[in-house]
Structures are given as structure tokens and as C-alpha cells.
């Protein structure tokens, strides 16, 4: 867990990163066959969660359950076999996460630079379903990425190009609701 320099360092003098990574090494110290995580990496730096995830990955691969709760969608796209998306104390869907993102049907968001084609002409195109302005960028929205990426290519029209699919976080916000909540 990253923690062999703070050996000799009182619990309490540990940074509430480190703090979390010694709660973890505690839990996992007897490799146990079933473990629960709740928010694993609250409080870790980007590399210390991104080793956990290494970590957690390995664990499952070596035959072990783990249980994990999460805020993180991301986390839970990366690291979980299947999903429960809850709201309220209720499983509101459960499945894979490739599942649950297939099944939202968002289609693909392409972005390209304003120089590249302007929105009037990105509108025009086959297979686009709603252009949108950002401050750098037009956003084209599609279910035909392939005939609206070659299309793009045809005009030249890949300056800046990024290609988007939605994420376990736009199933969980299109569940959920995105209002705020007490």
C-alpha cells in the first residue's frame, strides 16, 4: 500500500490518505475470500487510487469477491463485474456495466474545433441527431458515428476531434435524476 517509509509513524500522524490506505492493508492482511470496501479511495491522491485499483483488480482475478461502494462511476466502470445502481435504498438497475451502458442507447457525442466545420454544416450531415455550440468545440450527438466520423474525414473536418460514449455516470444520472438531494 505504499506505507514502508511511514512504519515507525503513529496512526494519527498519517495524512487521511494514508490513513485509508492502512485501513485497507488492515482489511486485506489476512486475504480474506469476501471483502467489503465502502468508498475505498475517499482521501487517495490520483496514483494511490489508481494502485488500489490495481490491487482490487488482482484480488479479483485471484478468485476473491469484492463488495465496493461508490460515488465514483467511473471506478465502478473500471474495477466491477456488475453493477447495482441504487437510489433511496432501492436497486433501481443491475448489470454489467457495458450493459447498463449499452442499454441507455445515449449514441456517441463527437466534438471537433469551430474551425474544422461550423454547426449549421455539422447539422447537415447524415446520420447526425443535434449539433450543439460549446466555447471551444461543436458537439455533434449520434447513433452513426462511423458514417458521421467518415463524413467529417471527407471534409477534412478532424481538427480537435474527440469521440464520446456515455458512461456508467450518465446511466446513474438518467436513473437518479440529477437535482440535489439533503
Same mark, same amino acid.
Given at each position: ?52 485499483? %490495481?490491487?482490487?483488480? !488482482? ?6 469477491? @469484492? &463488495? =465496493?461502494? /461508490? #460515488? ?53 450531415? %447524415?446520420?447526425?441527431? !443535434? ?6 468545440? @461543436? &458537439? =455533434?450527438? /449520434? #447513433? ?39
Amino acid at each position: 500500500m505504499g506505507l514502508d517509509d511511514k512504519a515507525d509513524t503513529r496512526t494519527e500522524k498519517l495524512s487521511g490518505g494514508q490513513r485509508q490506505r492502512l485501513s485497507i492493508a488492515c482489511a486485506l492482511v489476512h486475504e480474506p475470500e469476501l471483502v467489503f470496501l465502502d468508498e475505498p479511495t475517499a482521501a487517495l491522491d490520483p496514483q494511490a487510487r489508481r494502485n488500489l485499483w %490495481d490491487l482490487l483488480s !488482482s484480488l479479483n482475478d485471484h478468485g476473491r469477491t @469484492v &463488495v =465496493l461502494t /461508490t #460515488h465514483y462511476m467511473d471506478e465502478a466502470e473500471a474495477l466491477c463485474d456488475r453493477v447495482a445502481i441504487m437510489d433511496r435504498g432501492r436497486i433501481l438497475q443491475l448489470a454489467s456495466p457495458a450493459a447498463l451502458i449499452r442499454d441507455l442507447d445515449a449514441g456517441v457525442r463527437i466534438s471537433v474545433e469551430p474551425s474544422a466545420i461550423d454547426a449549421s454544416s455539422a447539422g447537415q450531415l %447524415d446520420g447526425v441527431d !443535434s449539433v450543439e455550440e460549446q466555447d471551444s468545440s @461543436v &458537439v =455533434l450527438a /449520434t #447513433h452513426d458515428p462511423a458514417t458521421v466520423l467518415a463524413q467529417l474525414a471527407e471534409r477534412q473536418a478532424l481538427q480537435g476531434l474527440q469521440v464520446k460514449s456515455a458512461t456508467l455516470e450518465d446511466v446513474f444520472l438518467t436513473l437518479t435524476g440529477r437535482e440535489y438531494r439533503a
